[in-house]
């Protein structure tokens, strides 16, 4: 084997190796693209067996969502553009449904909202997250880009 045909395997390799890793963050890191219609689409399903029967079938929330209900708890809120799930950054939303609400809220809260953790992997999270945002208006999506951008700095 020449020493040309080496480096060219080598580039391969690595040039592989490299997609392959870029390929797998963009899959658990921050990887909700609501332009992806794949994952849009495997997001659509995942929401419907998982989000839906709380948060609604067309992301409307619970009926009065801001105000608590008789056991103290908060309603499901809206992922349509009327909530507020747009105003937090991608990686808050990723560990809210990954994690549950604790990391966020003050201690001794308490939500109906399950960690999914256990249940979804990364890639089922990230694809829903890029369901709900396939919803929000342009603008709306390009506020809340910004606002992740920033937040990962």
């Known amino acids: 084997m020449t020493k040309a045909l080496r480096i060219g ?3 391969v390799l690595g040039a592989a190796v490299a997609s ?12 909700a693209d609501p332009r992806d219609a794949a994952q849009v689409a495997r997001g659509k399903v995942v929401y419907a067996e998982r989000c839906a029967s709380c948060h609604g079938a067309r992301l409307e929330g619970q009926a009065d969502w801001q105000s608590r209900k008789p056991d103290g708890r908060m309603p ?5 553009a009327s909530g507020h799930t747009w105003h937090h950054p991608d990686g ?8 549950g609400i604790s990391a966020y809220a003050p201690p001794g809260y308490e939500s109906d909202m399950p960690a999914f953790g ?14 709900i945002k396939s919803s929000w208006p342009d603008d709306v999506r390009q506020r809340h880009a910004a606002m ?3 937040a990962k700095k």
Do not use: N
């Not at 392959?20 to 990887?31: D, K, P, Q, S």
């Not at 499901?76 to 349509?80: E, R, S, T, W």
């Not at 939303?93 to 994690?99: A, V």
């Not at 256990?118 to 369901?131: H, T």
């Open 118 to 131: 256990g249940a979804l992997s990364d890639a089922e999270i990230w694809a829903v997250l890029a369901f």
């Open 148 to 150: 992740s951008e920033r």
């Open 76 to 80: 499901a809120p809206p992922h349509d």
């Open 92 to 99: 808050v939303l990723f560990d809210i449904t990954k994690k």
């Open 9 to 11: 395997i080598g580039l």
């Open 20 to 31: 392959a890793v870029v390929l797998w963050h963009a899959g658990t890191i921050g990887g």
